[in-house]
């Protein structure tokens, strides 16, 4: 395992996003997701069966596992000394949630670490989606536009996270009742640091290292995630854009035929990847929406419980900003993929031309009208589909526990 290689890999999306932000002619090669990918494999923690073939990765993966479940284990056994305490049974409830997703997504993936590998390939064959050649039309802008919102939107959540891990790792030194930047617990005392400094001292740099490589690889697979549906949505619009230009780019019978024909099959293939994407992320998209829904519930009520106490109020509100920035950003993009896919219907629609095109051309155009009526989602049965309506409405739930629960502890 080279540091240095593995540093500029991780890198690489960073450092070509920044090229492509300050030179608008240049292009990127790849997709986001594939930057993403990259990254995962530069923490060594990239789960398909190629992956895992090479030196040294099932014995790291396993070890990575392991970690996360000891971790997750002493956060269990610490909310047993917490009890009675209702600020720190808080804490530690929201820090076990957090961390369980983290676990459950390290174990989800090593099942279906193939399958996400699959359709990111697919998603790198077919970028970026225009037709080639005679006929092609300019999607300069809309690939750029799309390759540097991923840009942004991981270079602001790594900010986010450095100073949420930094506040995390730190909180001993500002917050007086704390030896662990986690609240935990081990047998025999060791986590006291009175009676074992050797230990606790051993115990702190453990958890500095697991969560932080932890949070780093969420980080990376969020990205990727959030990115393979962002691709998804370019298709979308590079296909509504081709419609519409339809009868001034084909100028014979034929040729639109053959172009029609074609955009039918683009819009399945479209429908075929999402259909995989949402089977590869069924489950950690039912556990994202769990978890932030629980996060969300507990941080807002123990601010206000703690709210004498602006050190633990600001920690708490900290993570729940995370918890609804992270529901946000899917809950706009899951709308985005919904309504963009409505607009394939209105572009079918505005390529027919009536002195153009035969009886077979007007039979694709209303065969992708017809399909187009049912919307494109981002769905995880039996949850409802990710959009803003839905996201409004975990939101209300959210404050209707929190007022029942707030009245229940006046």
């Known amino acids: 395992m080279d540091l240095r290689s ?10 070509v996003g920044w090229k492509v932000f300050r030179d608008p002619q240049l292009e990127s090669r790849h997709t986001p997701s594939h930057y993403c990918r990259e990254q995962m494999k530069a923490l060594v923690l990239y789960t398909s069966s190629e992956e895992r073939q090479l030196p040294y990765r099932s014995l790291w993966h396993t070890f990575v596992v392991i970690q996360l479940s000891l971790f997750f284990v002493s956060l269990c056994y610490g909310l ?16 076990i949630i957090g961390t369980f997703f983290i676990t459950f997504k390290v174990y989800y993936f090593h099942w279906f670490g193939d399958d996400l590998d699959e359709v990111i390939n ?19 802008a809309g690939k750029r536009w799309n390759f540097l919102v991923g840009f942004f939107l991981a270079s602001f959540w790594s900010l986010f996270l450095a100073i949420f891990v930094t506040l995390l790792m730190t909180s001993p030194m500002w917050i007086q009742q704390q030896n662990l930047p986690f609240h935990s617990a081990f047998p025999f005392q060791w986590h006291d640091r009175s009676t074992h400094p050797i230990t606790h001292a051993i115990i702190y740099l453990f958890q500095i290292f697991v969560m932080t490589y932890g949070i780093i690889w969420l980080l990376s697979m969020e990205g990727l995630s959030v990115s393979i549906y962002m691709e998804l949505i370019f298709g979308i619009e590079v296909l509504c854009l081709e419609l519409r230009l339809l009868s001034q780019r084909c100028h014979s019978d034929d040729e639109m035929k053959l172009e029609t024909t074609r955009l039918v099959k683009f819009h399945q293939t479209i429908i075929e990847i999402l259909d995989r994407t949402n089977n590869v992320f069924h489950g950690t998209l039912i556990m994202q929406m769990s978890v932030n829904f629980c996060l969300v519930s507990v941080s807002v009520l123990e601010a206000m419980e703690a709210r004498r106490d602006p050190k ?28 963009e896919s409505l607009q394939i219907s209105e572009a079918a629609y505005e390529a027919y031309e ?19 009526q049912h919307p494109l989602v981002m769905r995880a049965s039996p949850y409802p589909s990710f959009n803003l309506i839905n996201y409004a409405a975990i939101l209300k739930q959210c404050y209707g526990i929190l007022t029942f629960m707030l ?4």
């Open 354 to 372: 009536p002195t153009k095109g035969s009886k077979e051309v007007y039979q694709d155009l209303r065969f992708i009208i017809q399909r187009a």
């Open 6 to 15: 593995n540093f500029q890999r991780f890198s690489q999306l960073f450092r």
């Open 312 to 339: 633990v109020v600001g920690q708490f509100g900290v993570l729940m900003l995370l918890a609804l920035g992270h529901l946000s950003m899917w809950s706009l993009f899951g709308d985005k993929l919904s309504n």
């Open 122 to 140: 697919n998603l790198e064959a077919f970028h970026p989606w225009a037709r080639k050649g005679p006929g092609a039309i300019d999607i300069r």
């Open 80 to 95: 047993t000394e917490s009890i009675g305490d209702s600020v720190q049974m808080g804490r530690d409830f929201a820090f």
């Open 407 to 410: 009245k229940t502890l006046d």
